[in-house]
């Protein structure tokens, strides 16, 4: 009788575990699952442009916020200096 080592054994499928290592994944080393919609590559594709969807989202909302600073300094500045110009034409 032969002695069978942990790599030999079968599972009650019939098949040892050597040889059911590989059925399971696609040529790229990913897993590929019955039912699963689309590669990783796909997914991840979906996901960047998602994450790009919601960073310009954010940036239209902070060019916004600039421009309306920028546009309270220059009123600012622009009544500050009229103050002073009234301040020195009248001594």
């Known amino acids: 009788m032969a002695n069978k080592n942990s790599y030999d054994k079968q599972e009650s499928s019939g098949l040892g575990w050597t040889s059911q290592a590989g059925r399971n994944f696609d ?18 594709a979906e996901v960047n442009k998602k994450v790009i969807a919601v960073a310009s989202k954010g940036m239209e909302k902070t060019k916004e916020v600039v421009a309306v600073g920028a546009q309270k300094v220059k009123s600012g500045t622009s009544v500050g200096l009229r103050w002073i110009k009234e301040k020195v034409q009248k001594k």
């Open 27 to 44: 040529e790229d080393g990913t897993a590929n699952k019955a039912g699963q919609k689309g590669s990783s590559k796909e997914k991840l």
